[in-house]
Each structure stands twice: as structure tokens, then as C-alpha cells.
């Protein structure tokens, strides 16, 4: 079993960073994936970006420019880093991680872009 739990989400003015990180705990294998992705109320859940144990990244036309996403896998962390937030961007974010065919989620964290 795999848990994560996200953290930094927040209330930002437009303009303005937020870092997201997401600690995975439990049985976690050597090569995986992880990933943020999020919803927007009334729409669907979107992928953000995403980066494998290798260090191989992944990520939407919305975020590339303005979000890197990382990882320390010695403490089974990612994080997301977003810089120019737009109100677009006010969405749930949710952390994913994957490995062989399981795929678990966390409950996910509110980021508010707002002035």
C-alpha cells in the first residue's frame, strides 16, 4: 500500500509561486513515476506534468514555462513549482504515483489564484 500527501497548496495573487510537494510513503518500488495533476471545478481532471525515477518529465502546453516539477527520491518526494500564476490555474492538485500497473492518489490540495 502507498500513501501520499500533498502540501503547499494555498491563496495567491495572480503573478505570484506556490510550491507543491508530495511525500509518498509505504512500498514504494525503485522505478516509478510520479505526477501532479488537477481539476478545475466543473472540469475534468487534467495531467500538469509528471517525472519518472529516472528523472524523465512530462508536462502540459499550460504548464511548460512557467512550472518545473522535481523530485528527491531518497525521501519519495516530488514537488511542483509554479511561478506566474494565472487565475486558470485555481484548480485542486492532486499528486499521482505509478508504478508497475497500481496507480494511487492523494487527496489533493487547493490552490486559489486570486487577487
Do not use: H
Not at 500533498?6 to 510513503?25: D, F, N
Not at 514504494?28 to 525515477?53: C, D, H
Not at 523530485?71 to 516530488?78: F, L, P
Amino acid at each position: 500500500q502507498v500513501q501520499l500527501v500533498e502540501s503547499g497548496g494555498g491563496l495567491v495573487q495572480p503573478g505570484g509561486s506556490l510550491r507543491l510537494s508530495c511525500a509518498a510513503s509505504g512500498r514504494i518500488l525503485r522505478f516509478n513515476r510520479m505526477g501532479w495533476y488537477r481539476q478545475a471545478p466543473g472540469k475534468q481532471r487534467e495531467l500538469v506534468a509528471s517525472i519518472t525515477s529516472a528523472g524523465a518529465t512530462n508536462s502540459a502546453d499550460s504548464a511548460k514555462g512557467r512550472f518545473t516539477i522535481s523530485r528527491d527520491n531518497a525521501k519519495n518526494t516530488v514537488y511542483l513549482q509554479m511561478n506566474s500564476l494565472k487565475p486558470e490555474d485555481t484548480a485542486v492538485y492532486y499528486c499521482k504515483l505509478e508504478q508497475t500497473t497500481m496507480a494511487y492518489w492523494g487527496k489533493g490540495t487547493l490552490v486559489t489564484v486570486s487577487s
